[in-house]
Nanobody
Framework: QVQLVESGGGLVQVGGSLRLSCAAS????????MGWFRQAPGKRREFVAA????????YYADSVKGRFTISRDNAKNTLFLQMNNLKPEDTAVYYC?????????????????WGQGTQVTVSS
């Protein structure tokens, strides 16, 4: 199993940018599909973005498409989420997760390892 630690969250104004990082430990990171999810207060956790183990494919929720970019550095066991043009509705705790199935999906039940989350707050 892989252990995950997110960082890079914070307070940013509307239209600003943040780059989240997720440091992974364990042998399986480089062979695992990875994803970012978020959960706002009073709402269910939702899919944000996912990337295959070799980064040949990426997937995004419609709400972030064109503004967020998911990437990874397998040599450094790190996952990233570049977030641009942030909006108040992006405010949430952001979690990185490692897929436990062969095909990366947008469903949180397909992800078996989760980080503790990092808070992103977008002020208007």
């Amino acid at each position: 199993q892989v252990q995950l630690v997110e960082s890079g969250g914070g307070l940013v104004q509307v239209g600003g940018s943040l780059r989240l990082s997720c440091a992974a430990s364990g042998r399986t990171f480089s062979s695992s599909g990875m994803g970012w999810f978020r959960q706002a207060p009073g709402k269910r956790r939702e899919f944000v973005a996912a990337i295959t183990w070799n980064a040949d494919s990426t997937y995004y929720a419609d709400s972030v498409k064109g503004r967020f970019t998911i990437s990874r550095d397998n040599a450094k066991n790190t996952l990233f989420l570049q977030m641009n043009n942030l909006k108040p509705e992006d405010t949430a705790v952001y979690y990185c997760a490692a897929s436990q199935v062969l095909i990366v999906t947008m469903y949180d039940w397909d992800f078996g390892s989760w980080g503790q989350g990092t808070q992103v707050t977008v002020s208007s």
